[in-house]
């Protein structure tokens, strides 16, 4: 199998500044929005990309409380597997993309944790006899016909998915100190392809976001956290 893919990872952030601590919004709310641009692409292996910060906020807290961080993102999937078959041999390809999002807040990942936006796998498989055309003759004893395995052309079957979405999750911190918290968001793509005689090909982009954080007391002890 031949292996080789490609990468590219940018990112083009409106408001993605980080605030200094001394201009951080001394609010019960902050709200963030970027146009972004994270992308990469494989074209037969797999290929994670390194974290990468997409979206940026602080908040000032007067005294100890729990913080609120809602992420929305649009992401896009796109994969594309091919087959070829002849003679009865079953090909396969094999495509996977997918977007993973984190929050940090003052460098510390909020719960909880790595979360999965969009995610796809998709699986090609065919057995084909192959193409036949002038590859048989018949033999002039029997009139049996006689098939030239050598001339048959394999059978192609492939399969491309396109799809964007828009999805949420809230992020929680609770306890943090009073004074002024940086708020991270990141993202990281996570892609594989493999194929046999035939092609296969995975990206991921990651497009506009917005983050909102939200100054809140939460009930201790009630369903916060897992235990």
Request: charged share 20%; glycine share 8%; with cysteine.
């Amino acid at each position: 199998m031949r292996k080789g893919w490609l990468l590219t990872l940018s990112a083009l952030l409106a408001l993605a500044v980080l605030p200094t601590a001394g201009r951080a919004q001394s609010a019960k709310s902050s709200a963030k929005a970027g146009n972004i641009n994270l992308m990469a692409t494989t074209l037969g292996g797999p290929v994670t990309t390194p974290w990468q910060t997409v979206l940026t906020s602080a908040i000032r807290t007067s005294q100890q409380k729990d913080l609120f961080v809602g992420v929305s993102l649009e992401s896009s999937l796109f994969t594309r597997g091919k087959v070829r078959s002849r003679n009865k041999l079953a090909d396969r390809s094999s495509v996977a993309a997918g977007v993973e999002v984190q929050v940090l807040i003052d460098g510390q990942p909020a719960y909880p944790g790595p979360v999965v936006f969009n995610r796809r796998r998709q699986e090609l498989t065919a057995t084909f006899q192959g193409i036949l055309a002038s590859c048989l003759t018949t033999d002039p004893t029997t009139g049996a016909p006689i098939i030239d395995e050598a001339c048959i052309e394999p059978e192609d079957l492939e399969l491309i998915l396109d799809t964007t979405s828009a999805n949420h999750y809230n992020f929680v911190a609770d306890d943090v100190g009073v004074g002024d918290h940086a708020v991270l968001v990141q993202a990281r793509i996570n892609l594989d392809a493999s194929f046999q005689t035939g092609e296969s090909e995975a990206s991921a982009i990651v497009g506009h976001g917005t983050v909102t954080v939200e100054e809140v007391r939460l009930l201790k002890g009630v369903e916060v956290f897992e235990p």
